[in-house]
């Protein structure tokens, strides 16, 4: 019977310390990837604002066949939006800020009490575009435990930004040489 008092406590000190442990984490984060993008800031713009071109390029796609996407009225701009529901669940986007040809700010929800800022940073370069796509906010107490145990919110979310932008780049890419004008002279 001491046996399993003493285990008792043990188990209690162990959860007690790594409450204490979580607690003190910081939960701040602000993940981001860059990528220069052999195309007009317009046209790169143009493409991550409106949602319905996410199903050209987006990572989670590629990854999660089930995933179904709904549309509302409102798919590019301030006040657009999309949710989408898949095998690993749902959630959704609402673009919240813009500056034409700059950046954009939405707000996403995984459903798990909070909603970081996913943004999106423009810049012409000689190259083309410059991209940085990136995610900040705050994680709860939970969020901590989960991504603890999960090797950390940057290992999990840096691979998904890489991998977009890499598919955007290809996806302008075809689409700018479906579309290129050719002069011949007068």
Do not use: C
């Not at 800031?41 to 990854?63: S, T």
């Not at 690993?88 to 609402?94: D, H, L, V």
Request: glycine share 10%; no cysteine.
């Amino acid at each position: 019977m001491k046996l399993l008092k003493y285990l008792f406590f043990l188990i209690l000190i162990l959860i007690i310390g790594g409450s204490i442990y979580l607690t003190t984490l910081n939960g701040n984060y602000n993940i981001k990837q860059s990528k220069i993008i052999k195309a007009p800031v317009e046209v790169v713009f143009n493409e991550i604002n409106d949602y319905k071109n996410w199903q050209h390029w987006g990572p989670w796609l590629k990854m999660d066949s089930t995933i179904v996407a709904a549309y509302p009225e409102i798919t590019s701009g301030v006040n657009a939006s999309y949710s989408w529901t898949g095998k690993e669940g749902g959630g959704s986007i609402k673009t919240i800020s813009l500056i034409p040809n700059k950046e954009i700010i939405q707000q996403i929800d995984f459903g798990t009490g909070s909603t970081p800022e996913v943004y999106w940073n423009l810049k012409k370069v000689d190259e083309g575009t410059e991209v940085i796509w990136g995610m900040r906010g705050k994680n709860t107490f939970t969020e901590k435990a989960y991504w603890l145990t999960q090797g950390g919110i940057e290992k999990n979310i840096k691979p998904m930004y890489i991998k977009g932008l890499d598919l955007l780049d290809t996806y302008i890419s075809k689409e700018m040489e479906k579309h290129s004008i050719v002069s011949k002279g007068v």
